[in-house]
């Protein structure tokens, strides 16, 4: 018999069909929800006394250069044009696969302690198959369920070599991947292409024809800078190679005619709203698809410039559109808008729904509900931050922290249990992060105080 747990007595936000309870009681069998109801009469099961805690689905962090975590606050202050150049072209450069294996486990790790069962790891520092093993590895030990995103670096090119915005996507390296892992419970392997912005139409076709006959997501960054194939989404349209598979973060430098038309073929969206704000790219596309009918998922983005918890990028990215939609009714109107023009359930959607959707996994994930995983998270409510709770979903998003994140569970297994991680040593794995870290920084000449070149 699967073994079975039953978390009794929360107040449980499914974000399904079946609607929330104020209090009631969820049995996990195996790694499946087999129930939820006001009161479930259970024998043999573990019983987990959740009075006072709030029930939400595992988030989803659809974007994340895991890879950087070694070198958090290195990247703070600078722009998105200085992120290129200090971090592509230098810090990148220097990465052995052990800095690699450090970062993506800590990282992970961090984001089951934040209370994120599902992890989008956009790896683009990968110069060799020793690097992509490392940080595959490190997601599995992590225990953490991941969509591993095979990209590729982005170095300045030395004289006489080809740039990295000529070169196709390594295919052989991907279906090596896909040979090794592919079936594995807790992960997956897409691909992290440049696509037309960063790329020659050539490589883009390849890229995305790649993606599209090995069936996989290309997931792609879009915006920072002029584009270096101006008409390339038209061209990848007329060969048909856009459709559902089609991932595009950030998003910017999108005319609302493409907007519109990439909704109309399926393709998803990922924002990440602090990133954005901060290193210049622009405004959240948020509002633009939700004039569409449509909504983002969201990712961190970039440990080296903030931190990793999707509560607060949900927090963020409905704070910025809020403002954003209530500064527009006012120069149209002269007044603010009578009530608020996104609720906090649309914005947990977007760290759980929505990322579920982007990873083309709602059937499995991102909602709470019989039959899907048992991917949860505990949050207790009877602190002092978060009392009296009158609404749970919006006391999740504006009053919960990382110090409220109780226990997490992936896959039917406690990931986090009473506020620590299960059967982890934390010590020597934050000295190794630290030791890789310095190495890192003193090798690129960058000063520990104000992580400026030195």
């Given at each position: ?30 790694d499946?929800?087999?129930a ?40 703070a ?44 790891d ?20 992590s ?76 997931s ?47 393709m998803s969206?990922?924002?990440a ?18 004039a ?35 500064v ?58 978060m ?19 109780d ?25 190794a ?20 070149i030195?």
């Open positions: 018999m699967a073994q079975r747990t039953l978390i009794r007595g929360a107040s449980i936000v499914t974000m399904d069909a079946q609607g929330d309870l104020p209090v009631g009681d969820l049995l996990v069998s195996g499946t929800i087999e939820i109801s006001p009161h479930l009469p259970v024998d043999e099961a573990q019983v987990i006394d959740a009075s006072g805690c709030i029930l939400v689905p595992g988030f989803v962090n659809a974007h994340m250069h895991t890879w950087q975590t070694a070198l958090r606050g290195v990247a202050n600078w722009t998105l044009l200085q992120y290129f150049k200090n971090m592509h072209a230098g810090l990148a450069t220097v990465f052995t696969p052990d800095d690699l294996r450090i970062a993506t486990l800590v990282g992970a790790l961090n984001q089951l302690n934040c209370g994120t069962t599902t992890l989008v956009w790896c683009h520092n990968n110069p060799t198959p020793a690097h992509n093993d490392a940080a595959v590895d490190a997601l599995l030990a225990g953490i369920r991941a969509g591993f995103f095979h990209g590729t670096p982005k170095p300045d090119p030395k004289p006489g070599q080809t740039p990295f915005w000529e070169v196709p996507h390594p295919r052989a390296e991907v279906e090596r991947l896909l040979k090794a892992h592919q079936g594995k419970p807790l992960l997956e392997i897409h691909a992290a292409v440049l696509g037309p912005h960063y790329s020659t139409l050539d490589v883009a076709v390849h890229d995305f024809r790649m993606a599209k006959e090995l069936g996989l997501i290309a792609l960054h879009q915006g920072g800078g002029p584009a270096r194939t101006p008409d390339g989404w038209e061209r990848l349209e007329e060969l048909g190679l856009l459709g559902e598979q089609i991932n595009i973060v950030h998003g910017h430098a999108l005319s609302d005619e493409q907007l519109q038309r990439f909704c109309e073929l399926g969206f990922s924002a709203a602090e990133s954005e704000m901060s290193q210049g790219h622009g405004h959240p596309l948020t509002g633009r698809l939700r569409l009918g449509r909504a983002p998922s969201l990712g961190v983005d970039l440990e080296s410039v903030m931190g990793g918890d999707m509560i607060s990028q949900a927090r963020i990215a409905l704070g910025i559109q809020r403002s954003l939609d209530n527009a009714h006012r120069a149209a109107h002269g007044t603010i808008p009578d009530t608020s023009t996104i609720t906090t359930r649309e914005a947990l959607g977007w760290i759980t729904v929505e990322g579920a959707r982007m990873l083309r996994q709602l059937h499995r994930i991102g909602t709470l509900a019989p039959g899907k995983q048992a991917d949860l998270v505990l949050i207790r409510a009877d602190e002092l931050n009392q009296p709770v009158h609404d749970p979903v919006s006391a999740v998003v504006f009053q919960a922290t990382l110090a409220n994140i226990s997490v569970m992936v896959a039917g297994q406690w990931r986090k249990r009473a506020g620590r991680l299960v059967g982890v040593d934390l010590p020597p794995l934050l000295a992060l630290r030791a890789s870290g310095e190495k890192i920084t003193r090798a690129m000449g960058i000063g520990a105080s104000n992580g400026a030195a």
